[in-house]
């Protein structure tokens, strides 16, 4: 069984870094398209970057220039640096592994943005 488990949240102040990771096991890390997504109560979860089999990248809009996605093929490890964050940007973030009709969540790890 596929496992993707996320790591590095925590409690970081207004204009702090962190860098989160997602560690798969039990797949071909390499075929997958890779992806963080985010949760805050009550609201949809949304898209905050991805990454392709090939390295191309996509954010959304209020992460452009802050965040960066990358991928270790050989560690089997996407990773998320975060920037600059903000207080609203506090929530479970999920790695997504996507191939096909295969689609794959971790369990996700709390950001808090707090002073």
Do not use: H
Not at 11 to 31: E, K, T, W, Y
Not at 57 to 71: C, E, L, M, P, Q
Not at 82 to 98: H, I
Request: glycine share 12%.
């Amino acid at each position: 069984q596929v496992q993707l488990v996320e790591s590095g949240g925590g409690l970081v102040q207004p204009g702090g870094s962190l860098r989160l990771s997602c560690a798969a096991s039990r797949m071909i890390f390499s075929v997958y398209d890779m992806a963080w997504y985010r949760q805050t109560p009550g609201k949809q979860r949304e898209l905050v970057a991805g990454i392709s089999v090939g390295g191309s990248t996509n954010y959304a809009d209020s992460v452009k220039g802050r965040f960066t996605i990358s991928r270790d093929n050989a560690k089997n490890t996407v990773y998320l640096q975060m920037n600059s964050l903000k207080p609203e940007e506090t929530a479970v973030y999920y790695c997504n592994a996507r191939a096909g009709r295969a689609n794959f969540w971790g369990q996700g790890t709390q950001v808090t943005v707090s002073s």
